[in-house]
């Protein structure tokens, strides 16, 4: 490896520090979903007669960014269905979490998983199509739950899914406590009618249940006025109800409204965000690019206008080697790298390692331009620009030899900046020197603060949240350790082609050695 070598490194580093600029967790306790974490994951979905549906995701990932606000209105459109399933989010990109994203293993993000009830330790539940509508949401969760039901996989908290075949009559009978018995009749298969009933099943005075529309009893509905709506209360009276819409929410309200219920009056354990009710229009809210933050360290008067540009910070080059030893590589069991798509057939000679990765980097750049995950403040293009290197431009086109001039320029080592990185302190010489780095430690101090101040929102979560940042020794054990084995495995790999060939050449010269 010479400076091709050690320039790959680097821009590798570069293309990885632009995937951890961004740093804001995506979700928090307004929300209608649970937050897990680490120390409570375990607890909270293992066991419960509820069944799970639990996003994994990774706050800096531009498809979980816009995931997010589906993902908040999907738990606010199955809020009460605490008692058949409950909405959780873990987050992976938080370092202690990551052992559970690579137990459950999570391949990508954002990952939505399926737990049944009463999980227990080992179940990684089942990971669920990527759907982008909060409606595919809920016919995926309930066709998961009507499934569970009917093989006996569910509880006797959730729901009852099933469709109802016995007489309207004795619904109340079976001493529930219950007051009205709410029957859903639909073609089967509905939806509608499922959700329905998991809207209804907190109320302890109703007994809801589906009735297919084929069934003897209920034939005389049809099927053009479906779904219908009959309530019989317990003195044996029948009604259907009439002039109400067809949809869910439409037939809830109007259930609701007849039997004079509120939600105030679910079974379910009083939770806070009953408090909430009525706050929210039911919308997703717009991701609000202002109020992410994209955890810069040093506030932006902390530069010079010259260092903006592209210059190259080590502390952006020690954070990505950590993010992606802690993270890229903790978190997946094969690592599999856009190496294998043109890297065997492009790179011949050492600089090309660079323009293949800088290539690399662009492609990315350009497939994540006006994503919901792009920085206001650092666009996402193509680089270098124009005007950080006019020379690499040749009308639009790139001139590979001058953009790796500039390259080899900028990723220079005289050319870094040291600027945020600890300096390891030389003991002073004399006096005057001693009183220069007292002097000296007290500017750093401080304009660390600044930084503390200007980014104290984003320090619980933020991978980047060390100020000023140096190597644990546990990252420079793992780096050891990987070059350790890489020179390992080429020594083996290379014994073996020896002494392999030694032996074929040693048996073909006894095959035709003379008597
Ligand atoms: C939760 O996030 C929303 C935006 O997604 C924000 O408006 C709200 O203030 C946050 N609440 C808390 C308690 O952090
Ligand atoms: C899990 O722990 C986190 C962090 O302490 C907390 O925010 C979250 O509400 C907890 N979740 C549950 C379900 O207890
Ligand atoms: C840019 O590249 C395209 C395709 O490789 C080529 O057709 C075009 O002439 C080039 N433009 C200039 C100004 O060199």
């Not at 001493?175 to 709410?182: L, P, Q, T």
Request: charged content about 25%; glycine content about 6%.
């Amino acid at each position: 490896m010479g400076s091709g070598g050690a320039g790959i490194v680097l821009l590798f580093l570069c293309f990885i520090s632009s995937l951890t600029s961004i740093v804001a967790s995506l979700y928090n306790s307004t929300d209608d979903v649970v937050i897990l974490d680490h120390t409570n994951f375990t607890a909270t979905v293992h066991g419960t007669e509820n069944a799970w549906v639990v996003e994994f995701y990774s706050s800096w990932c531009g498809h979980c960014i816009q995931f997010a606000p589906t993902w908040k209105l999907f738990g606010r459109d199955v809020r009460d269905w605490e008692h058949t399933i409950k909405v959780g989010v873990l987050d992976c990109s938080v370092d202690e979490n990551v052992p559970i994203c690579r137990e459950h293993e999570i391949m990508g993000y954002p990952t939505v998983k399926l737990f049944a009830a009463r999980t227990t330790k080992g179940d990684i539940g089942s990971a669920m199509p990527h759907l982008t509508t909060v409606e595919e949401l809920g016919e995926a969760v309930t066709d998961f739950l009507v499934e569970k039901q009917k093989t006996n996989s569910g509880s006797k908290s959730w729901a009852d899914l099933q469709p109802y075949k016995g007489a309207v009559e004795t619904l109340l009978e079976s001493g529930s406590g219950a007051e009205w018995a709410v029957l859903v009749i639909d073609k089967a298969k509905s939806h509608t009618a499922w959700a329905l009933l998991m809207d209804l099943a907190g109320y302890p005075s109703i007994v809801a249940r589906y009735k297919e529309a084929d069934q003897e009893d209920v034939r005389r509905f049809g099927t053009a006025g479906l779904p219908a709506v009959m309530i019989v209360s317990k003195d044996g009276k029948e009604e259907t109800l009439n002039d109400v819409g067809k949809s869910r929410d439409e037939m809830r309200t109007a259930i609701l409204k007849k039997l004079m219920l509120n939600r105030e009056m679910l079974g379910k354990k009083t939770s806070s965000k009953e408090d909430r009710e009525g706050a929210g229009d039911g919308q997703p809210e717009e991701i609000n690019k202002d109020k992410l933050n994209y955890g810069d360290d040093l506030p932006d008067t902390a530069f010079t206008s010259m260092e903006r540009n592209d210059q190259v910070f080590m502390v952006d080059i020690e954070n990505a080697v950590s993010y992606a030893i802690n993270h890229e590589v903790a978190q997946h069991k094969v690592i599999k790298a856009m190496y294998a798509e043109d890297a065997e057939s492009s790179i011949k000679v050492a600089d090309d390692t660079i323009l293949w990765l800088w290539r690399g980097h662009n492609k990315v750049n350009k497939r994540l331009k006006g994503d919901a995950s792009e920085d206001p403040r650092h666009p996402k293009q193509q680089f270098p620009s124009p005007a950080a290197c006019p020379s690499c431009w040749h009308g639009e086109n790139f001139s590979e030899r001058e953009v790796l001039t500039y390259l080899k320029t900028i990723y220079a080592k005289g050319a870094l900046s040291f600027r945020g990185t600890q300096t390891i302190p030389v003991p002073p010489r004399n006096r005057q020197e001693k009183v220069q780095q007292q002097l000296h430690g007290h500017r750093q101090q401080s304009q660390v603060l600044i930084s503390h101040q200007d980014n104290k929102l984003s320090r619980d979560q933020s991978p980047q949240n060390t100020g000023s940042w140096s190597f644990t020794n546990t990252d420079i054990s793992l780096c050891v350790l990987l070059y350790g084995a890489s020179t390992i495995i080429i020594m083996a790999v290379y014994c073996s082609v020896v002494i392999r060939r030694k032996m074929r050449r040693r048996k073909f010269l006894e095959a035709y050695k003379l008597p």
